[in-house]
């Protein structure tokens, strides 16, 4: 093989951390018994690529190299530690000579890829014994190769916090025999629909950051595009992964009208749609269609129709208000959560008029998981505003900068007060 | 396989309704559907039977009425069992007829 350039590998060793760590992992998981030992192994196997490669060039399946290099270096690791606890048949059984060998022909012979490894994985990661936040963590931990300090960052927890809460997570599957299994086809809806919660959770803290400089934080909401294609390709028939990917790819082609080029908030209503990505919508339409053939339909795909009405609407003033609104009402039959009726109440002020819409959010007032909750603020300033309540609109566009801490959402707000102030 | 704890918690005065009443029919039915797995098992008295001994940090100890922490609900019984894995644990741990609901352990094996 021809040597390569040390950039070159670079950006090679990058591209296969990005797009098959979780292969990798998740096909060296078996031979290593435990998540930690698989770990360090697809590490050591990455840092192995990376020193060798520019010697014998980057091999034209780079997964596949990595995963016979990773599964070796947890033979090799599992085998130390057998020694040392004189533990050997115990842990790799019969006929271990020669496991190495048949390891690495299988892999040869499978051509690389086992996608079922991968759903095991994601399932284990997203038990529904394990904390909610802990399934969240380990998913990007193991599915995207996060390190715990950017896993940390994302959500914006100390970098102790998030390694100890990494650690509990994994000392309770081993402790507690969590299986490295997917679901009996009895169970496999409901513990499917937990890990489609951790996927949208990841989108959407890409999608709108808690809080920073920046609106987006692109890495993360590319990291749950890529779960739910991921998810896609592993369940092909599933309803409710299409209308994950389809509700994510709907979301994301208006991405690029969202800022302008001073990185402030442009609204739905003043975005440049020429600026839409039409191959994501029409991907995202035909995904949708799909998922809309499930009866009744998921959460996800509802979600993703109430995307696909804005993103086929050729102007703000064409959008159809009326078909959001029974969208909505169809979604709070599926999910009556306080988040969907503020997103109801506000399609409900573009159907019937802002005066109906505020009284709606008003009623919402009281709803303690939207106390802290910015947009509910936000949501009656505007309609304040459009009503001609300018003072009132004031206070409650200043409630809401109180209450983010993302810096261009601040600006945004700063804009609406000193706008109803001029 | 591995051991599991499973702690069966009651509401206690619903419980208190049901003392010195023989073992319920639905339990009978639990034990005898999953009696391949269960490796002991046993009704407790009332949590006001029960008796917490601290150590008092010194040499001695401190004994007290009651159990460790006070609440509605309390513990009311316990199964040991034996299964594959958490899963199959908690298919079992969901049969189980408890008034309030279960807790699932894994118990610890010694090397």
């Known amino acids: 093989m021809p040597r390569a350039a040390s950039a070159e590998v670079a950006a090679a060793v990058a591209d296969a951390h990005r797009r098959e760590w979780a292969f990798v992992l998740a096909a060296t998981m078996r031979v290593a018994g435990d998540i930690d030992t698989a770990e360090e192994a697809v590490q050591d196997a990455y840092a192995t690529a990376l020193s060798t490669w520019g010697g014998s060039g980057i091999p034209h399946n780079p997964g596949a190299w990595l995963t016979v290099a990773a599964r070796r270096r947890a033979l090799d690791l599992r085998r130390r530690a057998a020694t040392a606890e004189r533990a050997l048949p115990k842990l790799l059984g019969p006929g271990e000579a020669g496991l190495e060998d048949r390891v690495v022909e299988d892999m040869v012979a499978e051509g690389g890829d086992i996608p079922d490894d991968r759903l095991r994985l994601i399932f284990t990661c997203c038990h529904p014994a394990l904390a909610f936040e802990a399934q969240v963590a380990l998913t990007l931990r193991l599915l995207c190769g996060l390190s715990t300090a950017e896993v940390a960052r994302a959500f914006l927890v100390p970098e102790t916090t998030m390694a100890a809460r990494i650690t509990r997570a994994k000392k309770k599957i081993t402790a507690a025999h969590i299986p490295y299994r997917v679901p009996a086809s009895s169970e496999l809806q409901e513990r499917l629909d937990g890990v489609l919660s951790v996927v949208y959770l990841v989108y959407t803290t890409g999608h709108t950051a808690p809080s920073g400089a920046d609106l987006m934080r692109r890495d993360l909401a590319e990291r749950g595009l890529e779960l739910a294609k991921m998810l896609r390709v592993l369940l092909p028939h599933d309803s409710d992964v299409a209308g994950l990917l389809a509700l994510i790819l709907l979301t994301e082609a208006r991405t690029g009208a969202r800022v302008n080029g001073n990185h402030d908030v442009v609204l739905l209503e003043n975005q440049d749609r020429s600026k839409w990505d039409r191959q994501a919508i029409e991907e995202g339409v035909a995904l949708l269609r799909e998922a809309l053939a499930a009866r009744p339909p998921g959460r996800f795909a509802l979600m993703a129709a109430i995307a696909a009405v804005h993103d086929e609407s050729g102007s703000w003033s064409d959008t159809d208000w009326h078909e959001i609104l029974g969208l909505y009402d169809l979604l709070m039959e599926r999910w009556p959560s306080p988040v969907v009726r503020l997103n109801r109440a506000i399609a409900l002020g573009f159907a019937a008029g802002p005066a109906e819409g505020l009284a709606e959010l008003d009623a919402l007032g009281a709803e303690p998981q939207l106390a802290r909750y910015p947009y509910l603020a936000a949501a009656r300033g505007d309609f304040l505003a459009r009503l001609g309540r300018l003072e009132e609109a004031r206070v409650a566009f200043g409630e809401a900068l109180i209450l983010t801490d993302n810096d261009v959402e601040r600006r945004f707000l700063q804009g609406r007060i000193s706008e109803l102030t001029g | ?111």
């Open chain 2, 1 to 111: 396989m591995s051991k599991y704890l499973i702690l069966i918690y009651q509401d206690e005065a619903v419980a208190r309704q049901a003392e010195g009443e023989s073992i319920s029919a639905s339990y009978q039915e639990f034990q005898r559907r999953r009696a391949s797995s269960l490796l002991g098992g046993a009704a407790l008295h009332p949590s006001s039977t029960a008796t917490s001994i601290r150590r008092d940090g010194a040499s001695g100890f401190a004994v007290t009425d009651g159990p460790f922490v006070e609440s509605k609900e309390t513990l009311g019984g316990y199964y040991m069992i034996e299964a594959t894995d958490l899963d199959e644990a908690l298919e079992i741990a969901k049969e189980v007829p408890a008034g309030v609901g279960v807790e699932v352990w894994p118990v610890r094996v010694a090397n």
